[in-house]
C-alpha cells in the first residue's frame, strides 16, 4: 500500500559566482561566497515561510 503526500518544494537557482582566473589557491574563499549564497537563500525561505 502507497502513502502519499502532497509538499511544497522550491527549486530555484542562486546567481553565478564568478570563477574565472581563480585558482586552487581560490578554494576555500569560493567555498565561503557559496555558503554564504546558500544560506541566505534558505534564511529567505525561511522568512516566507513565516508570512
Partial sequence: MALLR???AWT???PAIETTG???KDIPE???RCHSAM???I???GESKAQ
Fill in 22 to 24: 581563480m585558482t586552487n
Fill in 12 to 14: 530555484g537557482v542562486l
Fill in 6 to 8: 502532497k509538499i511544497l
Fill in 39 to 41: 544560506a541566505k537563500a
Fill in 30 to 32: 569560493l567555498i565561503a
Fill in 43 to 45: 534564511a529567505e525561505l
